[in-house]
Nanobody, 120 residues
Framework: QAQPVESGGGSVQTGGSVRLSCTVPRIILSTFSGAAWAWYRQAPGKERELVAEIARGGATSIADSVKGRFTISKDNSRKRVYLQMNSLIPEDTAVYYC???????????WGKGTQVTVSS
């Protein structure tokens, strides 16, 4: 099972920063480095939305709502994907999910999510 595991969530005040981390236990480097990765979030009463992604080739994209504040990155040596979130606002409060698509069959896997709460 290649379910991602997120960590790093918590509570922070407006203007603060949080870094989320995602990995898949026991994943081998070639699988990790060749996969596509993304962070989604879901706020209460809202649909899940894409926040940031890294394509298989390494290109990154960020949602307009967080552009300039959030950064996605990947560390192949640690086999981890990060979401650096700066200048947080209450509207960023949500459960953040790590997503990956890997392998020749493009199998998709979701993490269980980590809560980020931003207070004013």
């Amino acid at each position: 099972q290649a379910q991602p595991v997120e960590s790093g969530g918590g509570s922070v005040q407006t203007g603060g920063s949080v870094r989320l981390s995602c990995t898949v236990p026991r994943i081998i480097l070639s699988t990790f480095s060749g996969a596509a990765w993304a962070w989604y979030r879901q706020a209460p009463g809202k649909e899940r939305e894409l926040v940031a992604e890294i394509a298989r080739g390494g290109a990154t994209s960020i949602a307009d709502s967080v552009k300039g504040r959030f950064t996605i990155s990947k560390d192949n040596s640690r086999k981890r994907v990060y979401l650096q979130m700066n200048s947080l606002i209450p509207e960023d409060t949500a459960v953040y999910y790590c997503y990956t698509r890997m392998g020749y069959s493009n199998n998709e896997y979701w993490g269980k999510g980590t809560q980020v709460t931003v207070s004013s």
